[in-house]
């Protein structure tokens, strides 16, 4: 065996799991049409600078976890892979002028996402995200639809028991007189500090309410909350926020602890857990309001709220229920043939019958019909096209491997019968 492993942190996706992934895609695609996104694609990669600026440079998914590319020449930009998809999508928003389409402007963006962490279960450095934003309302009714959204999400994709926890992390009126009581309680606990807390302590003291470090759980439960700081202005907001979520039917907890990892949040916050599984590194899903982020990317001051779903974990949710998995369709039919050598008259019949939509196998196999029709079987096709004498006059015979029939059809006629049959039956 070969000694080339995928990269630690990257797992390859066999065909079974990228069915589940595209099953979760394509939930999550219908849902965006359903509440009127539209999606795009941003690079992969992204000037450091999007991402410190847009991110914050005191944040772990920053100053820990970016996957920088080496810069070709010396005076090249430095680029970083995507940890997320926000900052690229207001990246984007500014540089095409989307300021000036009709407000808001909803976008969507489903693919893979970078960050050099440590690996463990639910961990990766590849992983993928649904990502839905919303830029130009204020809320706060948009805030509970974005919400309110995601749990359908998860509804659909099959996960049971998925509870939103909720807070709100002020604005810049509250936030900065929060934060000088947060320094100052935490200061008075710098022994019980670990180094980089210590550190971020003066860069960003919000960043440790949200520490990995288990050793930090005593001093973050104790320590004072933004919700008891709130503006009037923001607490109105969040009041409103609840209204619109209770009057949708969405549960949630107040979560006052909860800030996010990312610098961008002012007011609404929110992340999705399984219940029972609310640890550091469960969550399904996150996202909240950043109605900075526009601006400090250099747009105008504009308001947005957005979240992004992580489709691994939700895979890891789905497997460890026991969830059947998605189902791969197998081919309509297998073209097989009496003379193992008549390949060119197999590979004909299925190029015609693939050039009419359908979904077919040609048996290129040099081997017995016997052996032929077995393999049709086993990979549970519906037809097996036989190739025999009949052909000279046009005809082939049509098998019905799940009925056990057989006729003849012409070929003349082949296509049409096999849609049928395929509609009728819901056939790929
Ligand atoms: P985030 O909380 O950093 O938010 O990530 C969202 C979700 O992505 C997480 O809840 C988790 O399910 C998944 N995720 C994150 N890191 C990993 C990883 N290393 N392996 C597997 N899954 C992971 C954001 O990314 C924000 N951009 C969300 C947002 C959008 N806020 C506003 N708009």
């Not at 309302?137 to 974005?146: F, I, N, T």
């Not at 050793?215 to 973050?220: D, H, I, N, Y």
Request: aromatic share 8%; charged share 25%.
């Amino acid at each position: 065996m070969s000694s080339y492993r995928a990269p630690r942190g990257t797992r390859d996706l066999l065909p079974e799991s990228r069915a589940a992934l595209s099953r979760l895609e394509g939930i999550a695609r219908s849902l965006a049409v359903r509440y009127g996104y539209r999606e795009m694609e941003i690079p992969l990669f992204e000037q450091v600078s999007v991402f410190e600026r847009g991110i914050g440079p005191a944040t772990d998914v920053v100053e820990k976890e970016l996957f920088r590319l080496t810069p070709r020449t010396e005076d090249s930009e430095s680029w970083a892979l995507r940890p997320e998809a926000t900052a690229g999508i207001v990246r984007a928003y500014v540089q095409h002028g989307m300021q000036t389409w009709p407000q808001p402007v909803k976008l969507t963006v489903v693919g893979s996402m970078f960050r050099y962490d440590r690996p463990q279960a639910g961990r990766y450095r590849q992983f993928w995200q649904w990502d839905a934003e919303t830029i130009g309302d204020p809320g706060p009714a948009v805030d509970a639809e974005v919400i309110e959204m995601g749990r359908r999400f998860y509804a659909e994709a099959g996960v049971a028991d998925v509870q939103v926890l909720l807070n709100s992390i002020g604005d810049s009126a509250c936030r900065p007189a929060y934060l000088a009581r947060l320094k100052s309680y935490f200061a008075s606990h710098e022994a019980e500090l670990p180094e980089l807390e210590r550190r971020r302590l003066e860069t960003n003291p919000l960043r440790l309410l949200d520490s990995k470090d288990p050793t930090m759980t005593a001093v973050v439960s104790a320590a004072p909350k933004i919700s008891e700081c709130l503006c009037d202005a923001c607490e109105a907001h969040f009041a409103a926020v609840r209204a619109h979520l209770d009057a949708v039917g969405v549960p949630y907890r107040l979560e006052p602890t909860l800030v996010r990892g990312l610098d961008y949040y002012a007011r609404t916050a929110f992340e999705y857990y399984r219940r029972g599984a609310e640890g550091q590194q469960q969550a399904l899903g996150g996202g909240g309001r950043y109605d900075g982020l526009v601006e400090l990317l250099g747009g105008r001051p504009t308001q947005a709220i957005g979240f992004a779903l992580g489709l691994d974990r939700v895979m890891l949710a789905l497997d460890e229920a026991g969830a059947q998995p998605a189902r791969e369709a197998p081919p309509l039919a297998v073209v097989v043939g009496a003379d193992p050598a008549d390949t060119v008259s197999r590979l004909r019949v299925a190029s015609l019958l693939r050039g009419e939509g359908l979904s077919v196998r040609a048996e290129l196999a040099q081997r017995k019909l016997g052996r032929q029709l077995e393999t049709a079987s086993k990979e549970h096709a519906h037809f097996a096209v036989i190739l025999g004498d009949e052909l000279a006059e046009g005809n082939v015979q049509l098998k019905d491997l799940e009925a056990g029939t057989q006729r003849l059809v012409p070929l003349a006629d082949l296509a049409h019968e096999l849609a049928r049959a395929a509609k009728s039956h819901h056939h790929g």
